[in-house]
């Protein structure tokens, strides 16, 4: 609509730019869905090298991400990265996907994860949530950078931070770490989180153990997605008519859609990794779905594209 005060139009400006910020973060997903991002952290991260040992500098610098600044950091070889958890909202649920980090976390081993007191609950507040809304919370898989807001501390004690949410937990993904408790002590078992991060969840009768393949509600089912973890999951949102795959950790960054043989250090059988990420991206590409994966930074959304000499990323702005 055109105004012609002056005030009016400098008013108008603010919110324009409000909204701008805000559209950041805001998925114009289809159907009954909105999907939020909840940012807890991003930047230059992480070297890449690091990430993925199987690249070569030249490599990762010689794919489309690699090149663009948003997504690659060309001075230190870095990669862009995000941490963030995806707020989907339906007319009836509110459902919160993977928790982050967290503050207050001891994290000897990361300077970056431990003691934070960033503004993740401000940040969700500010999106319209607060913790006694959320329904469900689901971990994608059971990483210290996926499950740090299960819990917030209160009185000395880890409790967990959404009252009325049951948090679903794949079952191969909790009978994989509990296994890995009984040779391990629990502070060296995903830097401490399982203690401070998972177990209170359990403890407080919170927890719903369910098959990696698993119907949440109608249109959001959970996928199996193994090789990152054992028992990784994908969640995908699906309105009859367009679908939305929320892929975790399936793939960290976006060189892993020119390169998805690249699997990262953190992965559990990495050639498995591989070979799953490489079905989801033709999934994704065939169905013409959104991908909204747990670290791609902004614009972290987009579509797949098959090419010639595999996939490529159309971001969605
Ligand atoms: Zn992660």
């Given at each position: 609509?055109?105004?012609?005060?002056?005030?009016?139009?400098?008013?108008?400006?603010?919110?324009?730019?409000?909204?701008?910020?805000?559209?950041?973060?805001?998925?114009?997903?289809?159907?009954?869905?909105?999907?939020?991002?909840i940012v807890e952290m991003?930047?230059?991260?992480?070297?890449?090298?690091?990430?993925?040992?199987?690249?070569?500098?030249?490599?990762?610098?010689?794919?489309?991400?690699?090149?663009?600044?948003?997504?690659?950091?060309?001075?230190?070889?870095?990669?862009?990265?995000?941490y963030h958890s995806i707020v989907?909202?339906?007319?009836?649920?509110?459902i919160l996907v993977d928790c982050c980090i967290g503050n207050?976390k001891?994290?000897?081993?990361?300077?970056?994860f431990?003691?934070r007191?960033g503004?993740f609950l401000?940040?969700l507040?500010?999106?319209?949530v607060?913790p006694?809304?959320v329904?469900i919370v689901m971990c994608t898989h059971l990483h210290v950078d996926h499950v740090g807001w299960n819990t917030r501390?209160?009185?000395?004690?880890w409790?967990p931070t959404f009252?009325?949410a049951?948090y679903l937990f794949?079952?191969?993904?909790?009978?994989?770490?509990?296994?890995?408790?009984?040779?391990?002590?629990?502070?060296?078992?995903n830097?401490?989180s399982?203690?401070d991060s998972v177990?209170p969840v359990?403890?407080?009768?919170q927890a719903?153990?369910?098959?990696?393949?698993?119907?949440?509600?109608?249109?959001?089912?959970?996928?199996?997605?193994?090789?990152?973890?054992?028992?990784?999951?994908?969640v995908?949102?699906?309105?009859?008519?367009?679908?939305?795959?929320l892929?975790g950790?399936?793939?960290?960054?976006?060189?892993?859609?020119?390169?998805?043989?690249?699997?990262?250090?953190?992965?559990?059988?990495?050639?498995?990794?591989?070979?799953?990420?490489?079905?989801?991206?033709?999934?994704?590409?065939?169905?013409?779905?959104?991908?909204?994966?747990a670290?791609?930074?902004?614009?972290?959304?987009?579509?797949?594209?098959?090419?010639?000499?595999?996939?490529?990323?159309?971001?969605?702005?």
């Amino acid at each position: 609509m055109e105004r012609s005060s002056s005030i009016t139009d400098r008013s108008r400006s603010r919110t324009t730019l409000a909204e701008r910020r805000l559209s950041d973060n805001v998925f114009p997903l289809p159907g009954p869905f909105r999907a939020q991002r909840i940012v807890e952290m991003q930047g230059a991260l992480h070297a890449a090298q690091a990430l993925f040992p199987d690249a070569t500098r030249e490599e990762l610098r010689a794919t489309a991400a690699g090149s663009d600044p948003r997504l690659y950091d060309r001075d230190r070889d870095f990669l862009v990265l995000s941490y963030h958890s995806i707020v989907v909202r339906t007319p009836g649920l509110t459902i919160l996907v993977d928790c982050c980090i967290g503050n207050d976390k001891p994290r000897s081993r990361n300077a970056n994860f431990n003691q934070r007191r960033g503004t993740f609950l401000q940040d969700l507040a500010a999106a319209g949530v607060t913790p006694e809304d959320v329904d469900i919370v689901m971990c994608t898989h059971l990483h210290v950078d996926h499950v740090g807001w299960n819990t917030r501390q209160e009185n000395g004690e880890w409790v967990p931070t959404f009252p009325n949410a049951r948090y679903l937990f794949a079952k191969s993904e909790v009978e994989h770490w509990q296994q890995v408790l009984e040779t391990t002590p629990a502070e060296e078992v995903n830097h401490g989180s399982w203690a401070d991060s998972v177990a209170p969840v359990f403890d407080a009768g919170q927890a719903e153990v369910v098959a990696m393949d698993h119907e949440v509600a109608d249109g959001i089912d959970l996928i199996g997605a193994p090789g990152h973890t054992p028992g990784n999951v994908i969640v995908r949102l699906d309105d009859g008519g367009e679908r939305a795959y929320l892929t975790g950790d399936v793939i960290h960054h976006p060189v892993q859609v020119e390169r998805p043989e690249w699997s990262s250090c953190f992965c559990w059988d990495p050639a498995m990794s591989a070979e799953t990420r490489v079905k989801t991206l033709a999934t994704v590409a065939e169905e013409d779905a959104w991908l909204l994966p747990a670290h791609f930074p902004t614009p972290t959304a987009g579509r797949v594209r098959s090419t010639a000499s595999g996939f490529r990323m159309a971001w969605w702005k």
